[in-house]
């Protein structure tokens, strides 16, 4: 399978040198690579931008009764799985692909 050609942007940050030092020194412990910096970074963000997501989802349903949430949740779900069967896309998660 290869990887989407994905469009990239360019920042500049600024951190500390203790942060600096440490991502530097933990990708040189697992074999960093070029490249490798922003793909940490970018893996990063990516999971505190979830993290922060679940958070204020669970914030927004914190006084919904547990049976109404299960409700909502397997509603959702079949949405998702129809949309995904419809576009192919589901199809290597059944039973017996793979």
């Known amino acids: 399978m290869t990887q989407p050609v994905r469009e990239t942007t360019r920042w500049n940050l600024a951190i500390s040198r203790d942060t600096d ?5 933990y990708l040189a412990r697992t074999g960093f690579k070029k490249g490798d910096l922003s793909n940490f970074v970018e893996m990063a963000v990516r999971w505190r931008v979830f993290d922060q997501t679940v958070q204020e989802s669970r914030l927004g349903f914190a006084d919904l009764a547990e049976a109404e949430a299960e ?8 949405g998702i799985r129809a ?13 017996g692909k793979g």
């Open 83 to 95: 949309e995904m069967l419809a576009e192919g896309k589901l199809n290597d998660f059944l039973p």
């Open 21 to 25: 030092i440490a991502v530097r020194t």
């Open 71 to 78: 409700s909502l949740l397997d509603e959702a779900l079949q």
